[in-house]
DNA sequence: CTGAAAGCGCTAACAC
DNA sequence: GTGTTAGCGCTTTCAG
C-alpha cells in the first residue's frame, strides 16, 4: 500500500495539515518542520494522491488531447509535442483518437471533459456551434482550426501557400494545380485562400481540381485530373496527397519534376522518402502542440478570462510559421501545354 | 457545477447510496426506484465523479501506455489500438511517450503508476530487472518483449522470419542478407533466430550485417554492407529501414528487384507507397493494441492471479502471428555472384 | 506557525 | 430494498 499524508505526518511528528502545507506552501512552514517533514516524505516515497487532491482542489491535474486519427503522421507529431509539454509541467494527457469520426466527436469529448481540466482538440470536424457548445463544458484550445471566439494555435496558410506559388513561379510555372482536402477542413479553406491571392499577386493561374480525402488515396484519385488541367506544377492538400500524386503519375509515365512539379504540405517524415523527394511546406507540428498546452495551463490559471472569453489578445491564438522545404519533386518549368 | 450524487438522490426521493446502488449494481433495486433514479440521472445529466469514485474502490478507471516513440507508425498503430479498445470498456488512458530514451522510461513509468489501475508497455526498453521492479508498482502488460514472468502481447518473429526466406527461396534465392535492429531490441534478437533457422531448415546462406538504428538512415547506412555481401536478397529489420536501403540501392543504380530483393517488417504504411512499393511482413500493430488492454483488464479483475503470476497460460501472451504481404520490391533471383 | 475539524463525491458495510 | 453511517486521502478554513 502507498504511503499516506498521514504516514507521513505521524513519522515527521506533525499533523497532516503541516505536511500538506509543507508540500504545497512551503512558505508557510517553519523551516525545521519542512525538513522533518520531507525527510519523512523521502523515507516512505510518499507522493501524494492526486485524485484526493482534486476532489478538493477541482484540478486532476490532466488535460484531454482529441485528435482524429493517431496513425496519421501530422496528428502524431502534433501529440508528441502536447506529451511532452505537458509532462514538463507535471501534468498527464488522455489521449482519444476519433478515427475520424465526426459523429463520434463530440461525445467523446463530452465524456473526456468531466475527467480533466480542458482539453486540446487538434482539427476538430465538429461545426463552430458544436466546438462553442464543449466550451461551455471545460476549457478548449484548438489546435488548427479557428473558431469564433475560442483560443487555439493555428499555423500561418496563407504564407506557407504564398512560398509555395512563389517557388514555383521562379521556377517559371504559370499554371498552378491545386488539390484541395475535405471541404469542410478549415485548412482547406485557408490554403485555397492564400493560393488565390498569392496566384493574383505574381500574375499566374490557378486550377483547382476539387476536394479529394487527405490521403494517399486521394491524391491517387486526383492524378488524373489534375493532368487535364494543362498545369505544369500541382500543389496538394497534403503530403499524403501529394505522395498518392507521384505515385499515380509515375504509373501514368508522367515525370515529376520533369513535366509536373509537386508540391506537398506538412512535411512528415515520408517526404523525404517519396522518390522523387518532395518539396513541401513544413508545419510545426511538435511546436503546435507545445503552444497549445501553455495555452491551455495559461487558461487555467486565470480562469476568469477564459470564462470570458476576454483571454488577453497575445495568448488568444498563435499563427504558427510554415517553412518552404524545397527537394526534388520541383524543377524548371518545360514546355507543357499551359506553360 | 456539475450534478452531485445527492442532487440526483434528492430529485428522485431517495438517498444516495440508492442512486450508486441503481447505477452500479442494477439488480439490487426495485424496478420502479430504478427508473426514477435514471429519470433523475437523465434530467441533471449526472455523470458519476471517477475521482470520488476511485477514492474509494481503489480503481481509478485508466490505464497508462509507455512508447517509445509516437511519431513512429508502428507506435502510433498500437496507441491507437489500446485506445480504441480501452474506450470500449470505458477506460481512459493516459499516454507517454519516452522519446526514446531508456533513461526516462523507468521514471516515466513510476509517476504514471501512481495515477492508473495498470500499464501497458509497448517496446520497452529497459532490462528485466528494471520491468521486473515496475510490475511490484502496478499491473503490467508488455507488447513486443518478453520479459520473464511478466504477462504480455508479442509477435511470432520466428515464423514471420521463416515466411520471409521460403518466398524468398521459392524465387531462387540462395544468399539472403539480414540488417538487424539495435542489438538490445527484443525483436532484433528473436527475428535473428527466426532467420537462422529457416536458413538452415531450407540449406540457404544468411549474412548478417550488423545492427543499425530502426529509421530509414540506418537503412541507409546499411545499403553498400548488403551490397558487399553479394546476396541476391535482403530482409531488413523494418520497413523504414528496408525504404532506406531502397533509396541508397537506388542511388548506386542498384535495381530493386532487378539486381536485389529487398524485403521489411511492419507493413507501415509508408511502405505501400515506397517504390518499388516494399514486401514485408505485416505485423496487427492495432491488434496488439486491443489484445495488451484486453490481457490488462482481465489482469485486474482477478488481481490475485496477476500479483502471483499465476496468470492463465491462455491469458499470460499471446502471439500475434505475421503475413507476409508480397508486392513489388521482390523478385527473381537474377545472376548475381552467390547466387 | 501548527493542529483540529470539516468535507470534496462517492461506495460499502451495516442496520432496518 | 433502502437509508444511515463511516471513511477513502487530501486540503482548507478556523482557532489557537
Chains 1, 2 share one sequence.
Not at 40 to 67: D, H, K, M, S, W
Not at 137 to 150: E, F, M, P, S
Not at 250 to 267: A, E, F, M, N, Q
Request: overall charge negative.
Amino acid at each position: 500500500m502507498a504511503a499516506t499524508i498521514r504516514d507521513v505526518a505521524r513519522l515527521a511528528g506533525v499533523s497532516a495539515s503541516t505536511v500538506s502545507r509543507a508540500l504545497s506552501l512551503p512558505e508557510m512552514v517553519n523551516a525545521a518542520t519542512r525538513a522533518r517533514v520531507a525527510a519523512a516524505v523521502e523515507q516512505l516515497g510518499y507522493e501524494p494522491n492526486r485524485a484526493a487532491r482534486g476532489l478538493i482542489t477541482g484540478r486532476t491535474g490532466t488535460i484531454g488531447l482529441v485528435v482524429p486519427d493517431l496513425a496519421n503522421p501530422f496528428f502524431a507529431g502534433v501529440a508528441k509535442g502536447v506529451q511532452a509539454r505537458a509532462r514538463r509541467h507535471d501534468v498527464a494527457v488522455f489521449v482519444a483518437d476519433t478515427d475520424e469520426d465526426p459523429a463520434a466527436e463530440s461525445g467523446l469529448v463530452r465524456a473526456l471533459a468531466k475527467q480533466v481540466d480542458g482539453v486540446v482538440l487538434c482539427s476538430p470536424r465538429g461545426t463552430d456551434d458544436e466546438l462553442a457548445a464543449i466550451a461551455q463544458d471545460t476549457t478548449v484550445v484548438l489546435v488548427n482550426r479557428a473558431a469564433a471566439g475560442l483560443p487555439g494555435i493555428n499555423y500561418d496558410n496563407e504564407d506557407g501557400m504564398r512560398q509555395a506559388v512563389a517557388h514555383l513561379v521562379a521556377l517559371g510555372h504559370r499554371r498552378i494545380a491545386w488539390v484541395g482536402g475535405p471541404a469542410s477542413s478549415w485548412s482547406t479553406q485557408h490554403r485555397g485562400v492564400g493560393l488565390r491571392n498569392a496566384v493574383q499577386a505574381l500574375h499566374v493561374e490557378l486550377a483547382p481540381v476539387g476536394n479529394f480525402a487527405p490521403t494517399y488515396e486521394g491524391g491517387m484519385a486526383a492524378a488524373d485530373q489534375v493532368v487535364a488541367t494543362g498545369a505544369t506544377a500541382v500543389i496538394a492538400y497534403n503530403d499524403l496527397v501529394a505522395i498518392g500524386l507521384l505515385a499515380r503519375l509515375h504509373s501514368r509515365g508522367i515525370s515529376v519534376p520533369g513535366d509536373l512539379s509537386v508540391v506537398g504540405v506538412d512535411d512528415i517524415a515520408m517526404s523525404r522518402m517519396a522518390r522523387p523527394a518532395l518539396t513541401t511546406v513544413r508545419m510545426p507540428k511538435q511546436e503546435a502542440g507545445r503552444l497549445a498546452v501553455e495555452l491551455l495551463l495559461s487558461l487555467l490559471d486565470d480562469p476568469d478570462a477564459a470564462a470570458a472569453g476576454t483571454v488577453p489578445a497575445a495568448a488568444t491564438y498563435e499563427d504558427l510559421h510554415g517553412e518552404l522545404i524545397v527537394r526534388d519533386s520541383t524543377g524548371p518549368a518545360l514546355g507543357r501545354p499551359g506553360a
